[in-house]
């Protein structure tokens, strides 16, 4: 079974900038990765999605702020968080499903946000790493 950690989660002023890893068990090759986050008292949010080639689909919300990459080491996905605002605080999530099952959920992320969490079974997630921003 698939297993995820994340890190590189603190305490950030606005305006600053964090890089997230998220570090799988096994290559992430063939697994489509998305990022989530959750505020205290909000309802989980999808903010990123990669698929094996590479193409990656953003949340309005984090769109020309954050970027997902998949490390040359195969068994990690990055999420590069610039211009960090106080709204972003949350605790950040990766989660994987294999892509042979889960063609085109990337697509889901904007359109149906509801779905394409749900896409995600609770065994594929990690743990999480908390961001604080301060304002």
């Known amino acids: 079974q698939l297993r995820l950690v994340e890190s590189g989660g603190g305490l950030v002023q606005s305006g600053g900038s964090l890089r997230l890893s998220c570090v799988a068990s096994?290559?992430?090759?063939?697994?489509?990765v998305a990022w989530f986050r959750q505020a205290p008292g909000k309802e989980r949010e999808g903010i990123s999605c990669?698929?094996?080639?590479?193409?990656?689909h953003y949340a309005d919300s984090v769109k020309d702020r954050f970027t997902t990459s998949r490390d040359n080491i195969k068994t990690t996905v990055h999420l590069q968080m610039n211009g960090l605002k106080s709204e972003d605080t949350a605790l950040y999530s990766c989660?994987?499903?294999?892509?042979?099952?889960?063609?085109?959920?990337?697509?889901?992320?904007?359109?149906?946000?509801?779905?394409?969490?749900?896409?995600?079974?609770?065994?594929?997630w990690g743990q999480g790493t908390q961001v604080i921003v301060s304002s």
């Open positions: 989660a994987a499903v294999p892509a042979w099952s889960h063609q085109a959920i990337c697509f889901w992320l904007k359109d149906q946000p509801a779905f394409f969490s749900q896409s995600f079974p609770p065994d594929s």
């Open positions: 990669i698929a094996t080639g590479g193409n990656t």
């Open positions: 096994e290559t992430l090759d063939n697994y489509i």
